[in-house]
């Protein structure tokens, strides 16, 4: 297939609107942004921006960036366009995911970090594109609602996200009533317990590291509380 210049030009008033496009999804992008950046999460208000800036920016080459090619075969075909318009549009769902790859991490807990704002990217870059599109409507209504559910999500959490991982670090006699005591402790503090690691020191003291899931009962005037009570516990350390 042949593809050969038009005479027809994208009309000057026509690009400004298109702008005009680019303007209103690097806006959405802020939006999102600045929420995530209020939990000083990796990726702020520069990110979400520029994604959602240059998703509308190929978004609109992806429909108007080839309005000078015409198909032509053997004989000239008028007003067909030279291609594929969603082409570019298909390899920014797929290109923007090497963002997440810097962002999401593991800590040393080894707990998954950063998924939710690597989502927030993708997301953005979806806006820029219904944005450039010319979907106003979708594009500020999508802006909407991932705040509405960024907020939500955050202030009313069900499920695994009403727990935050701490560990605790534990030394104590080596006795199994004690095991026991803190056992049932732990288990009325609303704790899920993920990983024990317990060896024993010079001392023949027991020293037992924990990594846990807490709901905020367990708080650390708490646990110093519950060690003062107990001389059989001689070290203890809750939190980072």
Known sequence: ????????????????????????????????????????????????????????????????????????????????????????????VSGVSFLGVGIIYRDSRNTTKGLTTAAGIWAVSGIGMAVGAGLYLIGLASTIFILLLQYFTHRFTIGGDQYSDEALEITFVDDPAVQDLIRKKLEEWGTVNLDTRIRRDKEGLIRAEIKLKTKGIMTADKVAAFALEHPEIRAIHFGE
């Open 1 to 92: 297939m042949n593809y050969i210049a038009s005479s027809t030009d994208i009309p000057l008033p026509f690009e400004a609107a298109l702008f005009l496009r680019i303007v209103l999804a690097t806006f959405c992008g802020v939006l999102v942004g600045y929420e995530r950046s209020r939990r000083f999460k990796g990726a702020g208000v520069r990110t979400h921006s520029m994604v959602a800036c240059t998703a509308a920016v190929l978004m609109i080459i992806s429909k108007y960036g080839f309005t000078d090619l015409e198909a032509g075969g053997a004989f000239l075909v008028e007003g067909v366009r030279g291609a594929d318009p969603s082409r570019i549009a298909a390899q920014i």
